[in-house]
Nanobody, 115 residues
Framework: QVHLVESGGGLVLAGGSLTLSCAAS????????MGWYRQGTGNQRELVAT???????NYGESVKGRFTISRNGASNTVFLRLSSLKSEDTAVYYC?????????WGQGTQVTVSS
């Protein structure tokens, strides 16, 4: 069973920055892609960013130019750098890994942006 553990969430002022981490229980290169999704109160879960096995990244429109996804294979960790944060970025952020037709999710980490 794959385990994904997110960390790094918290309370931050608008305009500030935060870095989230997702530690995987196995090599991140065993997955087709890994990524971050978020769900705000009353909203559907939405794409934030993904990075595939080849290192190609993809971002949701609302975070392009502000968020950056990266990875460290040695530590089996995927990161999400959140910058220029806005109140609408407040959400639970989830890490996801896709392998073949299976999706694995972490438990989520709360990010709250205060204006």
């Amino acid at each position: 069973q794959v385990h994904l553990v997110e960390s790094g969430g918290g309370l931050v002022l608008a305009g500030g920055s935060l870095t989230l981490s997702c530690a995987a229980s196995e090599s991140i290169f065993d997955f087709n892609y890994m990524g971050w999704y978020r769900q705000g109160t009353g909203n559907q879960r939405e794409l934030v960013a993904t990075i595939n096995i080849g290192g190609i990244t993809n971002y949701g429109e609302s975070v392009k130019g502000r968020f950056t996804i990266s990875r460290n294979g040695a530590s089996n960790t995927v990161f999400l750098r959140l910058s220029s944060l806005k109140s609408e970025d407040t959400a639970v952020y989830y890490c996801k890994a896709r392998r073949a037709r299976s999706d694995f999710w972490g438990q989520g980490t709360q990010v709250t942006v205060s204006s």
